[in-house]
Each structure stands twice: as C-alpha cells, then as structure tokens.
T-cell receptor, first 121, second 110 residues
C-alpha cells in the first residue's frame, strides 16, 4: 500500500515553545490530509482536515490558532503546536487520502502515518 | 457521520478464523465501510473497505449484509501479529474523513 511518513516520531519540547510535525505522502499526491490526536488508551480524535492550497477545516473544540495546519504542497502537510503546554502532550497522527483508489471520495483509501509522540515538559 | 457499534474485545486462538462484527444501522447509501487496525504506539493500518459487495484482499475478507446495516471482518487464520484494536468506520461526505469509535481489541492466544 501507499506510504505516509511523519517526522519527527518523537519530540520533547519546553512549555511555551512551538513544535512542528510534518506529514508526507511518499508515493502519491494527496489533496486531502487529516490530523488526529490520540491520548493513551483512547481512540483517535479527528482534529482537522487539511486541503492543499486552502485553509484547514477544524473540528469543533479544536483551537485553530493553537494547532496551525499548513498544506502547501500535494505531498506535505504540517501541524504546528504553538505555545505548547503539558496538556498538549499526546500522540499525533496524520493521514492522507489516496484519490487513485476509487471514484467516490468515501471509497478512497486513507493511509496513516506512523504517528508522532509529543511530550511537553 | 453515521456511527458503528463493535464489541469491546474478542479473543481468538492462533491459526483459527476470526469474525469481527460491526453494526451500522444508520448507514447511508453513499457510506463506505472501512476497517483499520492499530497496534500500540503506531498509526492505524488499512485493512479493507467496501460499499455493497463482499471484498477480499491479502489481509482479510469483508462480508457486508444485504441491507448494509452490518458487516463482518474475517481474518482467515489468526496469527499473533493480528492482535490489535480493529476499527470499523463509515466514510462518506464531501471529505471522506474517518471518525473513529472505540473499536474491538482482538487478543490472539497461541
């Protein structure tokens, strides 16, 4: 299957600083990428949908000024956690929709990255 | 997004088939049924998806009820590496985003 890569896999940052996580689709172009957050022993929570060349659409309750998403190319989306605090520590996962895999949007396969552990100290 | 209902956990013996059920009684005509699985500290792995007809791939089979209100993921011969949380998700809408539920934690005994 297609590959989606995230970087870094683990990052530790000081409280009040910002940290950027990259998500790349390695062998396909992704007009749409998604960002999730997952706390221990919980399911994935969708944070935002990122469309290439346009502003991201955030889920209710997700602060757009805190979680900045940029999807500047068809293979790269970035999530920047600004002014991070310990409660932002979590497992962040991106995914990308592969349009080659089916006609209807709902039928496209979505591939996930390996995830990025963020620890704010 | 339409919701799915899955058992919290299931157990299986190694090398035996596993049938993971999923109920989605409020599915709409355009919703696809997707299955993913996740190991601890890893991103979800795509397993299979379908719309109306049963689907087979190298990993699993997906059996979809005629009324589409339920589906079953079939692992033909469970291995220890199949132990994971399995998510059944409906995908539709303009963006096709996936909203995860709690999934089924599958344990495989040797």
């Amino acid at each position: 299957g297609a590959v989606v890569s995230q970087h870094p896999s683990r990052v530790i940052c000081k409280s009040g600083t910002s940290v950027k996580i990259e998500c790349r689709s390695l062998d396909f172009q992704a007009t749409t990428m998604f960002w999730y957050r997952q706390f221990p022993k919980q399911s994935l929570m969708l944070m935002a949908t990122s469309n290439e060349g346009s502003k991201a659409t955030y889920e209710q309750g997700v602060e757009k000024d805190k979680f900045l998403i940029n999807h500047a190319s068809l293979t790269l989306s970035t999530l920047t956690v600004t002014s991070a605090h310990p409660e932002d520590s979590s497992f962040y996962i991106c995914s990308a929709r592969d349009r080659r895999t089916g006609g209807a949007v709902g039928g496209n396969t979505i591939y996930f990255g390996e995830g990025s552990w963020l620890t704010v100290v | 997004d339409a919701k799915t209902t899955q058992p919290n956990s299931m157990e299986s013996n190694e090398e035996e088939p596993v049938h993971l059920p999923c109920n989605h009684s409020t599915i709409s005509g355009t919703d696809y049924i997707h299955w993913y699985r996740q190991l601890p500290s890893q991103g979800p792995e795509y397993v299979i998806h379908g719309l109306t007809s049963n689907v087979n791939n190298r990993m699993a089979s997906l059996a979809i009820a005629e009324d589409r209100k339920s589906s079953t993921l079939i692992l033909h011969r469970a291995t220890l590496r199949d132990a994971a949380v399995y998510y059944c998700i409906l995908s539709g809408g303009s963006q096709g985003n996936l909203i995860f539920g709690k999934g089924t934690k599958l344990s495989v005994k040797p």
